[in-house]
């Protein structure tokens, strides 16, 4: 029977964004004692694990796969781009948070997290979705 482990799907989200637990704490609104903490349980209540969870762009189905299974079913891109975006405006750093999305078009949005990408240095959408090019990208 295949293992859960929730730990160690946080901390491998966490590092693959190249992110120190000290910043995942500051994305999730956490301490990194958490974060720490988190990372070596095996199981993570819903509320806890929704906060890690759109701190590093990743649905929860990610976390609640047991290792040896195939990978679920993904988001879709404009699901994924969303999630890249939440991540971004929760960013302090970035100085995007006090703004809203409400009057941006797909291909903004999807601007703007490619901009934070290279900015961070992280990736946040998944390669499928950063190869295809935004409306202002193929007009160039």
Known sequence: MPSMDMGRR?????ESLGLSQHQLAELAGVSQRAVSYAERQTWVKQSTLEK??????RPLSYFLRPYGEELAPGLSEAEAVQQAFAVVCRDPDFGF???GDEH???GAIKDIVRLY?????????PPATQERGTT?????
């Open 10 to 14: 946080i901390r491998e989200a966490r």
């Open 52 to 57: 890690y969870a759109a701190a590093v762009g």
């Open 97 to 99: 948070g006090s703004r």
């Open 104 to 106: 941006l078009s797909s």
């Open 117 to 125: 990408e290279r900015y961070r240095g992280v990736s946040l959408l």
């Open 136 to 140: 202002s990208e193929q007009g160039a």
